[in-house]
C-alpha cells in the first residue's frame, strides 16, 4: 500500500511515522510529504532515509492512503486534491469536524 504522511516535518507527523512503525502498518511504498520549506530534507522511517517531497508531486503519485497532519488549511485545500485521485485522506485536524459531508 502506498501511503503519504503529509506534514512528516512537523511534530505530529514525527509522532505519526512512530506511530506507523509501531504499528508495522502494511507500506509498500512511504511518501514523505511537507511545505515547500521542508522539501528536499531527509526523514527516517523505518530504518531507511527518505526525502521529503511537496504537496503537488505527491498528488502525482496517487498514493492509496494520505495521513494529514499538517494543519486545518493545509487540509481544507489539499485534502480534496488527493481525494480527487481516489486517495483515502485521514485527516488528523480540525478542518473537517462538525461537517455533515464529510466521514
Known amino acids: 500500500m502506498k501511503v503519504a504522511v503529509v506534514g512528516v516535518t512537523g511534530l505530529v507527523g514525527t ?3 512512530k ?3 509501531e504499528r508495522d502498518f502494511p507500506i509498500s511504498e512511504y511518501l514523505a510529504v511537507a511545505s515547500a520549506r521542508s522539501v528536499g530534507k531527509l526523514v527516517s522511517f523505518r530504518g531507511n532515509e527518505y526525502t521529503v517531497i ?3 508531486e505527491a498528488v502525482s503519485r496517487r498514493p492509496d492512503i494520505a495521513i494529514f497532519s499538517a494543519g486545518g488549511n493545509v487540509s481544507l485545500e489539499w485534502a480534496p486534491r488527493f481525494a480527487a485521485v481516489e486517495t483515502t485522506v485521514i485527516d488528523n485536524s480540525s ?6 459531508d464529510k466521514s
Open 15 to 17: 509522532v505519526m511515522n
Open 19 to 21: 506511530v506507523l512503525e
Open 54 to 56: 511537496g504537496l503537488e
Open 95 to 100: 478542518a473537517w469536524r462538525m461537517d455533515p
